[in-house]
């Protein structure tokens, strides 16, 4: 059964799927990670596998960059293919002097400037919030692996590239609400499982610092990102 953009049949797709923004990072995870690899997509060479680890079965695709993108994916993993769960795996940029270059980020919730939410299903809440059960299930994970969590709340933004005349808002937007890291995609795969009646959930590893300016390459967010997958690949349930 396959959907306008993505060429998997009914089953060949795990319960939970982890969903990196790049498709090669998800080629990775699978070459790395997991055993017992099937390819299940490769339309718009947004690579999709299904394998095992430790036994259980999991997927692993990529959503692209943005709102849009990640909750077309999501929308049709969780409408067409029986997913229940998506566990967004990524790299951020954080706000706060006192969070490092690759500590691992769980987001308790995302807010957008995005109107994704309103024009989808009439949801007008600046804030979308990940599954509550989920998140436990990733915590209970670091502290299995000994991997420090920092929680909070998370800015998922339209805009990567600010004009200078507007960082300084974009800043205080953060500083108001809170918000200790930025992404692109969270908002829209929180609001999209929550309007289907699903689960999702969000890990970052965080690649630059724009108050201190460290950033990292991107060689070292490949290696470093090792943490945050480890994490989510542990908390997948049972089939």
Same mark, same amino acid.
């Given at each position: 059964m396959a959907t306008p953009h993505n060429s998997a049949s009914l089953g060949d797709i795990a319960k939970t799927v982890l969903m990196p923004g790049d498709p090669l990072r998800a080629k990775f995870i699978a070459d790395s990670f997991l055993d017992d690899v099937t390819m299940f997509n490769t339309v718009r060479n947004m690579f999709g596998f299904t394998g095992t680890y430790k036994g259980?079965?999991? %997927?692993?695709?990529?959503?692209?960059?943005? &709102?849009? %993108? &990640?909750?077309?994916? @999501?929308?049709?993993?969780?409408?067409?293919?029986?997913?229940?769960? &998506? #566990?967004? #795996?990524?790299?951020?940029?954080?706000?706060?002097?006192? &969070?490092?270059?690759?500590?691992?980020?769980? @987001?308790?919730?995302?807010?957008?400037? %995005?109107?994704? @939410?309103k024009c989808m299903c009439g949801d007008e809440n600046e804030f979308q919030y990940p599954d509550p059960g989920l998140n436990e299930d990733l915590k209970k994970a670091a502290e299995k692996l000994g991997i420090t969590l920092r929680e909070g709340l998370i800015w998922s933004s339209d805009v990567f590239y600010y004009d200078e005349k507007m960082l300084g808002g974009a800043l205080e937007t953060a500083m108001k609400n809170d918000l200790i890291v930025a992404e692109m995609e969270s908002f829209g795969l929180f609001a999209t499982a929550k309007n289907l009646g699903k689960r999702a959930a969000c890990i970052l590893t965080v690649s630059d610092n724009i108050i201190t300016h460290v950033e990292t390459t991107a060689e070292e967010r490949q290696e470093k990102l090792v943490d945050m997958i480890k994490i989510a690949l542990e908390a997948v349930e049972e089939e």
């Amino acid at each position: 059964m396959a959907t306008p953009h993505n060429s998997a049949s009914l089953g060949d797709i795990a319960k939970t799927v982890l969903m990196p923004g790049d498709p090669l990072r998800a080629k990775f995870i699978a070459d790395s990670f997991l055993d017992d690899v099937t390819m299940f997509n490769t339309v718009r060479n947004m690579f999709g596998f299904t394998g095992t680890y430790k036994g259980k079965r999991v %997927s692993v695709m990529g959503s692209g960059m943005g &709102i849009p %993108s &990640i909750s077309l994916y @999501a929308h049709e993993l969780y409408s067409f293919y029986g997913v229940e769960n &998506i #566990i967004r #795996i990524g790299s951020t940029g954080t706000y706060k002097e006192d &969070i490092n270059v690759f500590d691992t980020i769980l @987001a308790t919730g995302s807010y957008s400037e %995005s109107s994704f @939410a309103k024009c989808m299903c009439g949801d007008e809440n600046e804030f979308q919030y990940p599954d509550p059960g989920l998140n436990e299930d990733l915590k209970k994970a670091a502290e299995k692996l000994g991997i420090t969590l920092r929680e909070g709340l998370i800015w998922s933004s339209d805009v990567f590239y600010y004009d200078e005349k507007m960082l300084g808002g974009a800043l205080e937007t953060a500083m108001k609400n809170d918000l200790i890291v930025a992404e692109m995609e969270s908002f829209g795969l929180f609001a999209t499982a929550k309007n289907l009646g699903k689960r999702a959930a969000c890990i970052l590893t965080v690649s630059d610092n724009i108050i201190t300016h460290v950033e990292t390459t991107a060689e070292e967010r490949q290696e470093k990102l090792v943490d945050m997958i480890k994490i989510a690949l542990e908390a997948v349930e049972e089939e």
